[in-house]
């Protein structure tokens, strides 16, 4: 048997698992919250500081040791805001292969945030068993049969080229994630694997990342869980100006507001003080 076709056996054994792992996460009655992990040198908030493979590792295990329920790991920036160059495969494979399995073996499930689907292939082999794609299966024509051949639960995400002031942000993420359901569906993904994300900062402007934020109760109608990714994002930098490592009152803030809204997965940096905030708001509401 070829290594790739032992994979995706393997894989395909580990697929109940994996989609187990969405529903235990989600069986939790609390919010979730998924730690960051860059190891890239041009991520907005955090480049080139977990770049070298043991101070990855040693940042995803103090994460899950402040109380991570999921580390996503991404090699290549996302590019919210345009500056980070395009990664090669081969680059970005060779920047996960000395922290990925090591990450996976912390205890907590992995998520791979790629836009590639080979690199989500190869990831979902070394032990993750998420994928978080940014351009929700829309950008690589094979990532969505990558995920359903695997079983395993993926983040879609809305995004768009650039940012266009003059449309209705919630009618273009409602359109977005409708054509990503699509392509879901006719690739076989089961509908209790997918997370819908609004993509906060990703093709929108401040304006409209605070719109999305706003009015993400609209978006529960689909019927899937919503995972939010607001830390250190520019639109706090909008409301209230400071550098992307000054803007943890903003990610709080947006983030208590993004659970009020429906949020059930929280994508964060700055892990110990977002489970703290997020255990105190859950404190006062139970206190009423
Ligand atoms: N934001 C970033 C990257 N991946 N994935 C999801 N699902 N949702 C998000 O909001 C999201 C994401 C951007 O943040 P970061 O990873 O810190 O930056 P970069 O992409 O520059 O590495």
Not at 80 to 98: C, D, H, I, Q
Not at 158 to 184: G, K, Q, V
Not at 193 to 216: C, H, M, N, W, Y
Request: aromatic residues 4%.
């Amino acid at each position: 048997m070829s290594p790739a076709s032992q994979s995706v056996c393997h894989s395909a054994r580990a697929s109940g698992e994996a989609s187990g792992t969405l529903a235990r996460l989600l069986g939790a009655d609390r919010p979730i919250v998924m730690g960051i992990l860059n190891v890239t040198p041009d991520s907005f908030s955090d480049g080139g500081r977990f770049l070298d493979p043991g101070t990855a590792i040693e940042h995803a295990r103090r994460m899950v040791a402040e109380g991570a329920d999921i580390i996503d790991i991404g090699a290549e920036s996302t590019r919210p805001y345009g500056t980070a160059t395009p990664v090669s495969l081969t680059e970005e494979m060779r920047r996960l292969a000395p922290v990925l399995a090591a990450v996976a073996g912390l205890g907590v499930p992995v998520s791979i945030d790629t836009m590639k689907a080979q690199v989500a292939a190869a990831a979902l082999a070394a032990g993750a068993s998420i994928v978080n794609d940014v351009w929700g299966l829309q950008r690589d024509p094979d990532m969505a049969d990558v995920v359903s051949r695997h079983g395993v639960p993926v983040i879609i995400m809305h995004n768009r080229e650039t940012a266009d002031p003059a449309i209705d942000i919630m009618a273009d993420i409602a359109a977005f994630f409708t054509r990503s359901l699509a392509l879901a569906e006719r690739a076989g993904i089961s509908a209790d694997r997918v997370v819908l994300d609004p993509g906060i900062g990703f093709g929108k402007t401040p304006e409209q990342s605070l719109t999305a934020l706003a009015r993400l109760d609209q978006l529960g109608a689909f019927g899937h869980p919503l995972l939010v990714g607001a830390s250190r994002k520019r639109f706090i930098d909008k409301v209230s100006p400071a550098p992307p490592d000054r803007r943890l009152g903003g990610s709080l803030a947006a983030h208590l507001l993004a659970v009020a809204g429906g949020a059930r997965i929280i994508r964060a940096h700055d892990v110990a003080e977002t489970v703290q905030a997020l255990k105190v708001a859950a404190a006062i509401r139970a206190a009423r």
